[in-house]
């Protein structure tokens, strides 16, 4: 039988107060409260957010990978602590202390913004927060004001709202209550402990100590993600800002700036020119897979089904870039819009003529209409670079008894009467292009109150509300060319309806369109409607961009372009069938893609394995073949890819 030694209880009781006679010896206790109330209650805040991403995640799951995944958040997380344990240490009283103590506040803050936003950004578009996203959407807050008010679940603001305002005063709080129940007195926060290092070399060296340490958990913090969604939420935006600073391995330079072949391009009329009214109608987040003509098992869109029988439908239109602004420049301007933010807002962003202004000298009238806002990715300024002369939002239309159907504007219903008041007074003897600018497909789906009811198209709550405002577009583009024909414009006129962009609904991790380069984001439809042309219904099988938008009108209204050249195809001929369609997300590499034939491959710049699909065989793009692929061959798609990124990007002046 063992028997306990008379010292043994005694030297364990010995280590204790050993230990706790360190740990008052550079802390108060005081100091202890102040610091743990807030540093313990942030790491389960951040860890458990992280959690919750990690587990939202498609595919393995396990203990085993969420601890690989949440690596580098454990090691931030126990490096910042560290980091002001250290720092309370060196600073005991005084002046110094206050402002240890105010850029404690401020930085605990700031990194719990960060984090939230970053859970709630990946929530919504399974990708990571990153500087680009940041530093793109800050200058436009006011834009995505509306999307975060439709976004954030209620409780994610009030969770955040409660972390804030402890991280500002509940440590102060829980200080106080701790004095009162322990009877002591006196500012907490200035007191001097007791020191009982047998050198003052020790009292240095140990908050020393903890700092390196804290560096040394930062360091790894910084090495042990492989991916955006394996790095702590702040190391991501330090790491991808940085890259974006130093042009990191990724940052293809653009060069000089080049001019477009069609910088100078005007155009001649020739013996088959015919001066037809055009009218472009831009149905805002369609996908192809969404709408009738294109899913027959899908009734969201029949007035279009039935219209597409008698047009020319294009079998696989994509969009370069997936987001409106974007959109617009490839359908009127006939070339790839700039894959970084802007320029297309500012004045003389476009490097080329697009096609109002070509067509204003050729005597047409243009006009630009927009159930939405200005405010709707700056769309006044953009169709004003356009060349567009006249252009209507909602901010002039009337607005009563029409229902707010996104996040930035109202039913298609409100451009009817100034679209019809145009057409009744403009010159009869003078063409005209119009463009019509649709909002009810946008983020926010908030069409189950309108006057013409609802379906149900889906079990899926938000994804049935989607399918209701792609209904609602058909039911606008029939009253659309009701008018027309009621007054008169009908036959002459071509009718270009177009998906501007996709949508995602978590079919791979992805919901709303702007990082999403899959089939759902990036796939429109695209139908031209001619009276008197297309009888019986023609298609296009061939890979198209929305850049050959601009030379089928051409073609269709007979003008000849004249010294310059425009990159697109007429649809109006066989496409070539050796075509490559180049992609790009809209944050600023992100993600990248090309399209040969039926093979698909997309290159992620790291944060996640490059992919490859064969859509002939996967058109939902399921298993990833890339394993099956020469890896000399990936990469030649890749260097292919950088390539055009820094090509486009170069004939709008570099970015």
Known sequence: MLVKSPGFGASKDNKVRNVLGFSRAILSRQDWVYLLSLLVPFVVYNLAQKVASVLAQSGERGVVRTLDLMQSDIFFNLGYALLWVGLFV??????????????????????????????????????????GTIAEWLPKFGEIVPILVHDVPLLAWVLLAVALLYAAFGPLLVTR?????????????????RISFSSSLKLWLFPLGLLALALGFGLLSLLTGASTLARDPVVNVVLTGAKEATNGKYNVDAGAAVEHPAARANLAQTSQTNKRNVALVHLESTRAQSVTPYNKDLQTMPFLDE???????????????PRSSKASVAVNCGIEPPLYPGPEFEPDGIPVPCL??????????????????????NFGDVARGFG??????????????????????????????????WLANHDRDKPFLVEYFTGTGHYGYECMNTRYGTEDFSEDEELNRYHNCLRYLDIFLKNLFDQYKRLGLYEDTIFVIFGDHGEGFGEHGRSLHGDTIYEEGLRIPLIIHAPGQFEGGERVEGLSNQIDILPTVLEMVGYEVKNGKYPGYSLLHPLPGSRTLMFSCITNRKCLASLKGYEKYIHHYGDQPDEVFDLSKDPLERQNLADERDKQELDERREELLAWYSSVNAVYGGE
């Open 90 to 131: 060196m600073a005991p009283r005084g002046l110094l202390r206050r402002v240890v103590i105010v850029f404690f506040h401020v930085a605990t803050i700031l990194v719990l913004l960060v984090t939230t936003c970053s859970h709630q950004y990946f929530r919504q578009n399974g990708t990571s927060l990153d500087y």
């Open 388 to 421: 567009y002369e006249e252009i209507y939002s909602s901010e002039v239309m009337d607005r009563e008894g029409f229902e707010v159907t996104n996040t930035f504007g109202y039913e298609e219903a409100i451009m009817l009467e100034p679209s019809e008041e």
């Open 177 to 193: 209550a701790a004095g009162r129940w322990w009877g002591e007195t006196g500012s907490s926060l200035d007191r001097v402990p």
């Open 307 to 321: 219209l597409s029988k008698e047009s020319l439908l294009v079998e696989r239109a994509y969009v370069t870039v």
């Open 356 to 377: 109002a202004e070509l067509l204003k000298e050729q005597d047409y009238s243009t006009v630009f209409f927009a159930s939405t806002s200005n405010a709707m990715d």
